[in-house]
């Protein structure tokens, strides 16, 4: 029996298989791209591609893609064969050092926000040596970087690259400053916890709105749902732990290092979550993971769904990206140590992410918005859409003795003790964990629980470190100008507490009350919609600062406003036109077909005895009746919002519109569908319902 250590990354030209099969040199000058940022020249990629290929030929792969993640929100891949012709007319199997360094894929069919015109095509993949390459089926996969012909980023790895880079360029700063000459390099660390949703494929088949948009547009609330939450944690099903088990396997067979999985709250939810690693691979990894959850879930007659609110009334689907900032000698410098309001280094950067949060806030909820994240934020599942920071009693009351030049009296570890004598005694937590909070400290990292589950986590991360860089950026001038280190540094933390400190908050982050603390005297941000949070990406003081760091270009971030709206309206335009049609073509006429065969009963039954009333029988009829018409009206002013579309030649009207007259013509058709549903004989309703499809596994 092949063991979990056996197959582990058995598909990947990793560290363990590059140090077998380079020649010491070339493996040592690999290291250092990789370790160090060092330039890579041609005779080294050379060495490394003949290795590779002959590793990935002997894996039974037969061509090679750079796999690469364009600005679509997936990946994208172009297969070319190994083989060439040889002098004696056979063939052999090569892979050059330029083919794995750069590759063309065609950049005017991927979205450039206007970067790329139709008839300017050239664009280049550019191998990342900081990502493994691997196998997938028979394709030996390498990470690249994707670029137009002017060498603006048409994808989302170039500019979260460069956001670690301005990071660790900015922390070596202030960790000089604290006499730290041996470290080399900083990096931030992911571990993102992915959820998603397994429904039978049968059943999703026969509903068109879950295959167009990935979510169910009509769908009345089950007898049962999450109300006795007696899913979450619970005995996992046979069909299910089957497609774990399945998943697990093809993960680690990447080098994913899948490691928990458990249901989730909502009836068919359910969770897996990995071990951190650097930023960069993590975001490979996880846009490896949701594909191959889906490809796996195909295999058990199951369906994957990951979009963020699949089912009104249950629970959506999110993605806690938990990170971190560690140097490469092994230091996490989030780590507060056992007292960390002597640790002044933890307290600088501890207070370089509140004041990033703080003044970037507009840009951590903009990286996060999409038209399915907006159906869960502020839904008494997720985190608002008020950006707020959790803390935890001891730092709380660490800053606030820092804020007021008051002694801290320290936090006692307790014991707990359970009442039962054979049960182990072990120490509180000094901070509990806040599920409400968008961006909470636990212990030595930050969660950042405001991501949508089909997101790429790249997005989100950019900002994150973008912000903290420029935070770093700012103390490093000021304490490398100081006449007094020392007392520069308590000033600035102190300064820096008082100035941020309204974005903490570790409190019930679903109250109301909180909001309207937040937003009238905190003067927090309540950016709810994705129209709301995307025009805040040109306000001056974000493009300086991700332009000043080198993250973006002017045009760059002028293009990904015009393609993450347009994605925006272009969503809510297809489940638009899909609910117009399975109102039309489903619905409608079952529910009419209902009241006819409701009719049709009665007619029989007077004809039979004139002196039956058949009161239940003709009430249900009228309102079957009076909810077809309802429906026939409210599907015409779905369409007829959509048409006005059309007429909208401005991509941030556009998004006003369907903020402000679609998707309120489209919740008042589900209202009626919906109800219409729950009078209907199930005999007679055209598809699955949520009874059928979130316990049908």
């Known amino acids: 029996m ?20 380079l020649p010491g040199k070339v493996y040592r000058s690999l290291r250092e791209t990789i370790d160090r940022g060092m330039p890579l020249d041609q005779n080294l990629a050379n060495a490394v591609a003949e290795a590779m290929c002959a590793w990935a030929v002997e894996n039974g792969a037969t ?24 002098p004696d007319g056979r063939v052999i199997m090569e892979l050059t050092g330029k083919e794995l360094i750069q590759g063309e894929p065609d950049a005017s069919s991927f979205p450039s926000g206007g970067l790329r015109a139709t008839f300017e095509a050239r664009g280049y993949t550019a191998w990342d040596p900081s990502s493994y390459a691997f196998i997938k089926e028979k394709t030996l996969c390498i990470p690249t970087a994707f670029c137009s012909y002017g060498g603006e980023a048409l994808d989302k790895k170039t500019p979260l690259l460069r956001s670690m880079e301005a990071l660790n360029r900015q922390a070596l700063r202030i960790l000089r400053l604290f006499g730290g000459s041996e470290v080399k390099r900083v990096v931030t ?8 949703f397994l429904v039978d494929r049968e059943m999703y088949l026969k509903r068109r709105d879950l295959i167009y948009t990935g979510r169910t547009l009509f769908g009345a609330k089950a007898p049962k749902g999450q109300e006795l939450e007696d899913h979450y944690f619970g005995a996992i099903k046979p069909r299910v732990q089957a497609y774990m088990e399945d998943l697990n396997e093809e993960l680690w067979k990447l080098g994913v290092l899948a490691k928990t999985e458990h249901n989730e709250v909502a009836p068919a939810q359910h969770e897996l979550a990995p071990i951190y690693s650097s930023t960069n691979v993590a975001t490979d990894h996880n846009q490896l993971t949701m594909e191959i959850m889906k490809k796996v879930a195909r295999r058990h007659g199951l369906v994957c769904l990951l979009h963020e609110k699949p089912f009104a009334g249950v629970n959506g689907s999110g993605k806690h990206n938990n990170w971190s900032m560690s140097t490469d000698t092994g230091e996490n410098l989030l780590s507060p140590g056992e007292t960390p309001y002597e640790n002044a280094r933890f307290l600088l950067f501890l207070v370089a992410v509140i004041k990033a949060v703080d003044d970037y806030q507009d840009l951590l909820r903009l990286a996060v918005a999409t038209a399915g994240n907006d159906h869960r934020l502020g839904a008494n599942e997720a985190p608002p859409a008020v950006i707020s920071i959790f803390l935890g009693d001891e730092l709380s009351a660490v800053l606030s003795a820092i804020e007021t030049d008051s002694p801290y009296a320290g936090a006692e570890k307790k014991t707990l003790k359970l009442g039962v004598d054979s049960l182990p005694r072990f120490t509180r937590d000094t901070t509990d964990r806040n599920r409400t909070s968008p961006f909470a400290f636990t212990g030595n990292k930050f969660e950042f629980r405001m991501v949508g589950s089909s997101d790429s986590i790249a997005c989100a991360n950019v900002m994150i470190n973008a912000s903290v860089a420029e935070a770093l950026r700012q103390f490093a001038d000021a304490l490398e100008a100081a006449d007094n280190f020392d007392d520069k540094l308590h000033a600035l933390i102190r300064e820096q507490i008082i100035a941020h400190k309204r974005i903490i908050f570790n409190g019930n982050g679903y109250d109301d009350a909180w909001i309207r603390e937040a937003t009238t005297e905190r003067g927090l941000l309540n950016l709810r919609t994705t129209a709301d949070a995307l025009p805040r ?9 991700l332009t000043g760091l080198g993250v973006f270009s002017e045009s760059e971030l002028r293009s990904r406003y015009e393609i993450q709206l347009e994605n925006y309206v272009r969503t809510v335009r297809i489940e638009a036109l899909t609910m117009a049609d399975m109102a039309r073509k489903e619905i409608i006429p079952a529910v009419a077909a209902y009241a006819a065969a409701l009719a049709e009963g009665v007619g029989a039954k007077k004809s ?7 009161a239940y029988e ?7 009746s009076c909810l077809t018409d309802c429906a026939d009206a409210a599907t015409e002013t779905v369409e007829k919002a959509v048409t006005a579309l059309d007429g909208i030649h401005d991509v941030t009207a556009e998004s006003c519109h369907v903020r402000d007259e679609l998707l309120p013509r489209m919740a008042e058709l589900r209202a009626v569908c919906d109800e219409a549903e729950t009078l209907t004989a199930s005999s007679y309703w055209p598809f699955p319902t949520y009874g059928d499809l979130l316990f049908g596994v």
């Open 608 to 614: 039979a005895d004139p002196s039956l009333a058949c």
């Open 63 to 86: 061509h090679f893609t750079h796999w690469f993640q364009p600005l679509t929100g997936i990946t994208a891949e172009k297969h070319d064969g190994f083989l060439n012709p040889a």
């Open 2 to 21: 092949t063991t979990v250590t056996e197959i582990f990354a058995s598909r990947v030209f990793d560290d363990k298989v590059m140090r077998a099969r």
């Open 537 to 545: 990406l040109l306000e001056k003081k974000n493009m300086d600062m």
């Open 189 to 196: 660390n992911v571990g993102p916890e992915q959820e998603y």
């Open 618 to 624: 003709t009430k249900l009829i009228r309102k079957l």
